[in-house]
């Protein structure tokens, strides 16, 4: 039996509590590794027949039918101010859920789940391009790669960004 000082338990407790642990989905775009919480998450598909969507903003990629549901399909690399992607390999789809409507997001790759801890965690840095900060709520630096932690409501509000610039 060990005796634990008082207090001991408490603090540890504590320090954990303090270091709390956040999942991610992994997404690739253009070799750049970014990061969607989980929990708005609903669904990762392959590659998809997408109707194109007439007089829609460069962003909207068209729409897609998710088991009977119509879905916006949004092209990320557009949205990031990415060159189009010239290999031939097709897009996947990360399906979000933002204010109760589904999305399509369309990314190169799709990694793993990641759970980080908030000591990793850094805000964005003044040379992360401004298309990206305006849609990130910052960055892990892990093992040399950097996770950049998109804000989904931010990247999905394309339209006012529009009319800013």
Same mark, same amino acid.
Do not use: C
């Given at each position: 039996?060990?005796?634990?000082?008082?207090?001991?338990?408490?603090?540890?407790?504590?320090?954990?509590?303090?270091?709390?642990?956040? +999942?991610?989905?992994?997404?690739?775009?253009?070799?750049?590794?970014?990061?969607?919480?989980?929990?708005?998450?609903?669904?990762?598909?392959?590659?998809?027949?997408?109707?194109? &969507?007439?007089?829609?903003?460069?962003?909207? !990629?068209?729409?897609?039918?998710?088991?009977?549901? &119509?879905?916006? !399909?949004?092209?990320?690399? @557009?949205?990031?101010?990415?060159?189009? =992607? @010239?290999?031939?390999?097709?897009?996947?789809?990360?399906?979000? +859920?933002?204010?109760?409507?589904?999305?399509?997001?369309?990314?190169? =790759?799709?990694?793993?789940?990641?759970?980080? @801890?908030?000591?990793?965690?850094?805000?964005?840095?003044? @040379?992360?391009?401004?298309?990206?900060? +305006?849609?990130? =709520?910052?960055?892990?630096?892990?093992?040399?790669?950097?996770?950049? &932690?998109?804000?989904?409501?931010?990247?999905?509000?394309?339209?006012?960004?529009?009319?800013?610039?």
């Amino acid at each position: 039996m060990s005796i634990v000082p008082a207090g001991t338990q408490s603090r540890q407790i504590q320090a954990i509590g303090d270091a709390q642990s956040h +999942d991610y989905v992994s997404i690739f775009i253009a070799g750049q590794m970014f990061g969607i919480p989980v929990l708005q998450v609903q669904d990762v598909l392959g590659p998809q027949r997408i109707t194109r &969507i007439p007089l829609a903003p460069p962003e909207v !990629a068209g729409s897609l039918n998710l088991r009977g549901r &119509i879905v916006t !399909a949004i092209d990320v690399r @557009t949205r990031l101010k990415l060159p189009k =992607n @010239t290999e031939s390999k097709e897009s996947m789809s990360v399906v979000v +859920d933002q204010g109760g409507e589904q999305y399509s997001l369309l990314v190169d =790759n799709v990694g793993e789940v990641l759970s980080l @801890t908030s000591e990793t965690f850094e805000r964005n840095p003044a @040379t992360l391009d401004s298309a990206w900060r +305006d849609v990130s =709520n910052g960055i892990h630096r892990l093992d040399g790669n950097l996770l950049i &932690i998109l804000d989904v409501a931010r990247l999905l509000d394309f339209a006012t960004s529009a009319d800013a610039a």
